[in-house]
């Protein structure tokens, strides 16, 4: 007997209840389904390959829900498979021990026959996309009762369930079939809500598929072309299934499981989403995505002073995303006034470079990382922008490809925010940790006291994030460092803390600031964060003298006052277009 492959998990197995995936053949594998899993959103998890011989656990005391994949192959003579009676029987006792199932098309299938229901070829294969509606009954059900009435699904078969199981019920109609419908613990969908239009191109352009195309009358690049323009919607209703699978019936059945062994289930995180790595998402993957709704990307790099380290920086992401992948569209270098030829190595790098003081000019120009971020989403052409400290060490394709990645994936996602280990430069010697003092010892604690939602952050005042126009737009810019937190509050405020992703970037090796000047950047955090939490949609506009000793050229030790100021630009949408509030 083969074993299984587990896949990322947050919890080891021997967690109550992992969500066991039963995967049929490579084609039809996790597609938009992946980063809920990867991500740690599915929480312990485990994929079983059926055809390779990988078997499921026999103890179903182990097993939290189940998710079974499509396939290539037919459900209705079980017996031309060798693996696939012995998945029946599985499939029936999971249900008959009330394990939360969830089958898709081949799964579907495979469901049907194992309840008692009856599977048949069809005369001709259902191809393309079709609006459902919900039945009385699948508007009570845990898992279809949020799909919205009218969104289409993507079906791509030849077979179908031409009879349901004794007392099964639809909760989905349209099309000429049944399909949806649940028998007690298991709800079995017909269509692919996994797949989006990346997925449907790889399999278009798969000869395996084109006899099934030729049957059904349908062209490859035809349905590609007719699904793109769906694709979002029918994503979007597709991971809104899986949502509430996982946070109805599987959770549920997780708790049950628990209290049986007389375990805790792990709390979730704080607030907001689990971190998701760099490497659940793929360079090219993403290239198809963004080409499939037509946004542009633009990476953006606020700059002073870092004629040292841009450079490389800017010739590494043009190397590898612009001229190799085609996945950004723009690098954007704003230059604030530096006076060691940042500018002019980043333009020879390859970087669109405008000078920060030229951008908006009539409204003139101040100092500070939130100004420079103002000016470059002014400047930038890019629909999705991918904000980048311009005196990273270690930069590579990781940190704009993990951070594109939730936003192309979800459309709930509005900012990604990065995540890393922060190595500090300590007397010649780099430490693996030490890094981001200000964060420990000022933001994190201020924001488990004050604005507990956002405790959950692992980096709040990382510099690398990636945001959608649409949202950049809406939102004031502190002018100096605290432009980062005051964004993930008023985010959090606006539209709720689901609205970011966290995205583990790795290792993250930059310049590190003396403590003095650690201080003053703590002070202007301190009145962001202040201010933010008497009134969060007032204007800023505060300062403060900060008293820091140092000695003079005699040793005598003294303080010197350093004026310290915070405040922010307004929305970007109200100086654009005056008048376009709300």
Same mark, same amino acid.
């Given at each position: 007997?083969? /074993?299984? /492959? ?26 938009? #389904? ?12 485990? +994929? #079983? ?5 990988? =078997? ?12 079974? !994949? ?25 249900v008959a021990h009330e394990v939360p199932v969830l089958g898709i098309c081949l799964g579907a299938q495979l469901l049907a026959t194992a309840l008692g229901g009856e599977v048949v070829p069809r005369g001709v294969p259902q191809v393309g996309a079709i609006p459902l509606r919900r039945t009385q009954r699948g508007r009570d059900d845990p898992v279809v009762s949020g799909w919205r009435d009218g969104t289409p699904a993507l079906f791509v078969h030849e077979d179908e369930v031409s009879s349901l199981p004794p007392d099964a019920q639809p909760l989905l109609e349209g099309g000429d079939g049944i399909p ?6 298991? $709800? ?11 997925? !449907? ?25 007719? #699904? ?13 299934? +899986? ?52 946004? =542009?990307?633009? %990476? ?14 800017? /010739? /590494?992401? =043009? ?8 996945? %950004?569209?723009?690098?954007?270098? %704003? ?6 030829? *940042? ?10 470079? $405008? ?10 120009? $101040? ?19 991918? #904000? ?20 192309l994936h979800d459309p709930d996602v509005l900012l990604t925010k990065a995540v890393y280990d922060r190595p500090l430069a300590d007397r010649g010697q780099l430490r693996d940790s030490g890094g981001g003092r200000v964060t420990e010892l000022l933001a994190r604690p201020a924001l488990a006291l004050w604005f507990p939602e956002l405790a959950g952050l692992a980096q709040p005042l990382s510099g690398e994030i990636a945001a959608r126009r649409s949202l950049l737009e809406q939102l004031p810019f502190v002018q100096g460092y605290g432009v980062e937190v005051a964004m993930l509050i008023d985010i959090a ?15 993250? *090796? ?9 201080? =003053?950047?703590?002070?202007? !955090? ?37 004026? $310290? ?18």
């Amino acid at each position: 007997m083969a /074993t299984a /492959t587990t896949g990322p998990r947050r919890a080891d197995r021997d967690a109550a209840g992992e969500l066991v995936v039963l995967r049929h053949s490579e084609v039809s594998g996790l597609s938009a #389904y992946g980063p809920a899993l990867t991500g740690g959103e599915a929480g312990p998890w485990h +994929l #079983y390959r059926m055809p390779e011989g990988e =078997r499921p656990p026999e103890d179903l005391d182990d097993v939290g829900g189940v998710l079974v !994949l499509g396939g290539v192959m037919s459900a209705v003579d079980p017996e031309h498979h060798p693996w696939m009676p012995a998945e029946l029987r599985w499939l029936q006792e999971a249900v008959a021990h009330e394990v939360p199932v969830l089958g898709i098309c081949l799964g579907a299938q495979l469901l049907a026959t194992a309840l008692g229901g009856e599977v048949v070829p069809r005369g001709v294969p259902q191809v393309g996309a079709i609006p459902l509606r919900r039945t009385q009954r699948g508007r009570d059900d845990p898992v279809v009762s949020g799909w919205r009435d009218g969104t289409p699904a993507l079906f791509v078969h030849e077979d179908e369930v031409s009879s349901l199981p004794p007392d099964a019920q639809p909760l989905l109609e349209g099309g000429d079939g049944i399909p949806a419908w649940r028998f007690g613990s298991a $709800v079995a969908v017909q269509f692919h809500p996994e797949v989006d239009a990346a997925t !449907l191109a790889r399999w278009t352009a798969d000869a395996g598929l084109h006899p099934l195309l030729d049957r059904a009358g349908v062209r490859g690049t035809e349905l590609l072309a007719s #699904y793109r323009p769906q694709a979002p919607a029918v994503v979007a209703e597709g991971r809104g299934l +899986l949502a509430r699978f996982l946070a109805g019936p599987v959770a549920a059945r997780r708790e049950t499981l628990a209290a049986r062994r007389g375990t805790l289930v792990p709390p979730p995180l704080p607030r907001g989403r689990p971190i998701v790595h760099h490497t659940a998402f793929e360079a090219e993957e993403l290239r198809e995505r963004l080409h499939a709704t037509g946004q =542009r990307v633009s %990476v953006v790099l606020p700059a002073r002073n870092e004629a040292a380290t841009v450079g490389d920086i800017v /010739t /590494t992401l =043009r190397e590898s995303l612009v001229d190799r992948v085609g996945l %950004v569209d723009e690098l954007l270098v %704003v230059d604030a006034d530096s006076e060691d030829g *940042t500018g002019e190595v980043a333009g020879r790098a390859g970087a669109r470079v $405008v000078r920060q003081r030229e951008v908006l000019p009539h409204l003139g120009t $101040v100092s500070g990382k939130g100004e420079a971020m103002w000016k470059g989403l002014a400047a930038a052409e890019g629909d999705l922008l991918v #904000y980048l400290d311009a005196d990273i060490v270690d930069i590579g394709p990781r940190f704009v490809i993990g951070l594109l990645g939730p936003l192309l994936h979800d459309p709930d996602v509005l900012l990604t925010k990065a995540v890393y280990d922060r190595p500090l430069a300590d007397r010649g010697q780099l430490r693996d940790s030490g890094g981001g003092r200000v964060t420990e010892l000022l933001a994190r604690p201020a924001l488990a006291l004050w604005f507990p939602e956002l405790a959950g952050l692992a980096q709040p005042l990382s510099g690398e994030i990636a945001a959608r126009r649409s949202l950049l737009e809406q939102l004031p810019f502190v002018q100096g460092y605290g432009v980062e937190v005051a964004m993930l509050i008023d985010i959090a405020d606006r539209f709720g803390t689901e609205a970011i992703r966290q995205v583990d970037l790795g290792r993250r *090796t930059h310049d590190h600031q003396e403590l003095p000047a650690l201080g =003053r950047m703590a002070a202007e !955090l301190l009145q962001v964060l202040t201010a933010r939490r008497g009134d969060p949609h007032a204007a800023l506009a505060s300062e403060l003298t900060l008293w820091q000793p140092a000695r003079d050229e005699t040793g005598a030790l003294t303080l010197s006052p350093h004026l $310290v100021t915070a405040s922010e630009r307004p929305p970007l949408r109200e100086v654009l277009h005056p008048g376009a509030h709300g």
